[in-house]
């Protein structure tokens, strides 16, 4: 059996790939963007020379092949063009969820069926099992490391050659492991921001690669204009920090709206809605359901999970009633479903309501 094994240069795929002793193993690295992009002198990023050479130390000491796969174009038209588009459009995405589905579970799939590679693996922290004869994702047992929110994109023939070894383990044992086998990352700072943004100031990423975007007015909730923004790419909902305003009390961004080039704020209350509607809806683990069912869900990749109903649209959207209002729900972020520990599926977040 031969697997090809997603290598950042960070401790987590390089244990990954140790942990898969036994099968033919072949490292890569995907490339996938100019570090220039970023302007990051002072911040680490993936792609970076360091990495590469980190993934091609722990290749050699595990006396396995390595290679360096250019994805940049593709990542650039997939990841980045659709990033920067969704803020000019008042959308917060999640690149991340993007990055896994076209290119290390689409593009890196190609690269594997190439090398006739029967597995590809990765450093995610979250489980693959059968059951009841399917392949089906589940949470990590780690919970503070949990990754299957961004992984719910996944088809049923990609789980079914996908290997995830660290979704048993927890991060003290993963750092164990590469210190014991003598991995020159062992000890490397995990990545907190998006790769391509590493010191996590998106609004300057987004001006470095179109340019500035046009100022327009605060207004509040009844329309009242209360200050000028600096363009609404340095805004996402939820936001209390850098907006400039002095109101007399803390607000917060509830609305943003690229038609009239207006970024809503108020009180945080009007951050809760109990409605949400998702749209690009994949079900990892599941067959489509026909009829409404209860579960939990998040929608976001750090929040709790919720309670809720889920009922299922004619035109293949998907509505998720909350039992309480939920803060800060937000377009073109996911919500992911589960069981329990089983993920269910998941989609983008197209639109929310206040009940």
């Not at 979704?167 to 490397?188: I, M, P, Q, S």
């Not at 009007?270 to 749209?279: G, M, N, R």
């Not at 309480?324 to 998941?346: N, W």
């Amino acid at each position: 059996m031969r697997a090809l094994i997603a290598m950042s240069g960070g401790v987590d795929s390089s244990v990954a790939a140790m942990l898969m002793d036994g099968w033919d193993r072949i490292g890569c690295t995907m490339r996938l963007f100019d570090a220039d992009l970023s302007e990051s002198e002072h911040h680490s990023t993936c792609c970076s020379l360091e990495d590469v050479e980190d993934a091609r130390a722990v290749c050699r000491r595990l006396g396995i092949p390595y290679y360096v796969f250019n994805f940049k174009d593709d990542f650039r038209t997939k990841i980045i063009d659709k990033f920067v588009d969704s803020y000019r459009c008042g959308i917060t995405p999640n690149p991340c969820i993007d990055c896994n589905r076209y290119m290390k579970f689409d593009k890196l799939y190609d690269r594997a069926r190439a090398l006739s590679c029967d597995a590809v693996v990765t450093g995610h922290y979250a489980r693959i099992e059968q059951l009841d004869g399917r392949y089906v994702l589940k949470k990590a047992l780690d919970p503070m490391k949990d990754q299957s929110y961004v992984l719910y994109t996944l088809t049923r023939e990609q789980l079914s050659r996908t290997r995830f070894p660290l979704g048993v383990l927890t991060k003290d044992e993963v750092r164990a492991c590469a210190a014991e086998h003598g991995f020159v990352n062992a000890k490397k700072p995990d990545s907190q921001d998006i790769c391509f943004v590493p010191d996590g100031d998106y609004a300057a990423f987004i001006e470095r690669y179109i340019g500035p975007q046009p100022p327009g007015d605060f207004v509040t909730p009844d329309g009242a204009v209360v200050g000028r923004h600096r363009g609404i790419t340095h805004y996402t909902l939820g936001q209390r920090k850098h907006l400039g305003l002095s109101l007399g009390k803390p607000v917060f961004v509830t609305d943003i709206d690229p038609i009239e080039n207006t970024v809503t704020v108020g009180d945080e209350r009007y951050l809760f809605d109990d409605t949400a509607v998702i749209t690009d809806v994949n079900w990892v683990s599941i067959d489509p359901p026909d009829r409404p069912f209860r579960c939990r869900a998040k929608t976001r990749y750090r929040q709790t999970e919720q309670p809720c109903l889920v009922t299922p649209n004619p035109d293949g959207t998907v509505t998720l009633l909350f039992d309480a209002p939920v803060r800060a729900i937000t377009p073109g972020q996911a919500a992911v479903l589960y069981d329990g520990e089983l993920v269910l599926g998941g989609g983008v977040i197209v639109s929310k309501k206040r009940g």
